[in-house]
């Protein structure tokens, strides 16, 4: 039976391939659930992650508990947040410059779409009447060192949303290097899309069936 993973097992996920001194952005939506599944000071997996957000937080933390929140601490999708010993405020400029400048080691975004290339779709479907929604999402795809997407692996009515060529209006070319799905963790090498985890009780036939890219699993005798 096919378990896929939920939200937050799924931004667990995630936080377990943020390396220890990295530099990290967490876009709106389902990546700021990562926040609150990175180690915490004590544990015995701990190790120092710094959270920038784009209206201008360095050292942000995880979500508050519910009645401490502080309206005046927010992200950039207004949802308030803690701030870790250390951290600080700054103009959303200089941290517009911080993010083009290549000093992110890793952004994590949400997507309607993403193709075999590593093309980003992730800020307007194209439907009239959509609001579209670009934020900082383009300068995170081409500022930030390596760019991680989490996103549901169809859409609802059983679409693959790994495609191979995207038909939303996109955000940048090239820059996805792995998929975050509630199926699988998918990688985007030059010489294809790999699977590196499933779900449990998903096998890669089945996970195939679902994708409409050609996945393969990973070769353990090299990248």
């Known amino acids: 039976m096919i378990q896929p993973w939920t939200r937050d097992q799924m931004a667990a996920r995630v936080a377990r391939d943020i390396e220890e001194g990295m530099v990290v952005n967490l ?21 120092e992650v710094i959270l920038q957000s784009e209206n201008g937080i360095l050292g942000m933390g995880p979500a508050p508990a519910a009645g ?15 701030l870790l010993p250390g951290g600080c405020f700054f103009h959303h400029a200089d941290s517009f410059a911080m993010m083009r400048g290549g000093h992110l080691d890793v952004c994590v975004l949400g997507a309607f779409q993403v193709s075999a290339a590593g093309d980003l779709a992730n ?38 949303k790994l495609v191979p060529e995207c038909s939303y209006p996109l955000t940048a070319r090239g820059c996805v290097s792995r998929v975050y799905t509630d199926l699988a963790v998918i990688e985007l090498r030059p010489q294809g899309a790999v699977v590196i985890d499933r779900c449990p009780g998903l096998d890669l036939t089945t996970l195939q069936a679902r994708t409409a890219i050609a ?3 990973p070769d353990l005798r090299g990248p």
């Open 68 to 82: 401490e929140e502080d309206f005046d601490l927010i992200n950039a999708g207004k949802q308030p947040v803690t």
């Open 27 to 47: 876009g709106i939506g389902l990546p700021t659930l990562v926040a609150n599944h990175l180690p915490k000071p004590g544990a015995p997996d701990f190790r």
């Open 123 to 160: 800020w307007h479907t194209g439907a009239p009447g959509a609001i579209p929604a670009v934020g900082g999402a383009m300068d995170l795809a081409i500022g930030a060192k390596r760019t991680f997407v989490m996103m549901e692996h169809q859409t609802k009515d059983g679409h693959s």
């Open 215 to 217: 996945l393969r699993a």
